[in-house]
């Protein structure tokens, strides 16, 4: 794992989970988002050992693949984008 790029990335999972709250997203996937834009957010401003970024971004993953929608389109982006970085993370 490349530590700047795994930095970058984390930093962006959280802007795009942190975009979702001036959004209308309905109330169940907001809860989730929420607290997976918390342990997110954590994670961009820490300096942990990469196996436990990689136990953290797992808990983000559960999180979000409990949203299966946000009833916003722009919620919904930020939503895919998210999931897309953890799988890159993840992967890495």
Known sequence: MNE??????????Y???????ELPVERTANRWIGEAEAVAGDLADSDLPPEVVRER?????????????????AA??????????V???LSE
């Open 57 to 73: 971004v797992g808990h983000v993953e559960h999180l979000l693949s409990q949203v299966d929608g946000t009833g916003s389109d």
């Open 76 to 85: 919904d982006e930020h939503v895919q984008q998210a999931k897309a970085l």
């Open 4 to 13: 700047d790029d795994t930095a970058a990335r984390l930093r962006e999972l």
């Open 87 to 89: 799988s890159t993370v």
């Open 15 to 21: 802007e795009h989970l942190r975009a979702t709250e």
